[in-house]
């Protein structure tokens, strides 16, 4: 595998990771958030911020 391969592999499990954790706090959390609003808001950050960097 080529080295931007791996790259992109490990942005996507560190993304899925962190859109993990999210929704389990808010999942522990119910009042302060939605946990799907939670997870789906984690990854769409993260999207905005990985896309630029794999497009470049």
Do not use: D, E, F
């Amino acid at each position: 595998m080529s080295s931007s391969a791996l790259l992109a592999l490990l942005l996507v499990l560190v993304a899925a990771l962190v859109a993990g954790q999210v929704t389990y706090v808010a999942y522990r959390h119910p009042t302060a958030l939605q946990p799907m609003m939670a997870g789906m808001t984690a990854m769409a950050l993260m999207a905005m911020v990985v896309v630029p960097v794999v497009v470049r």
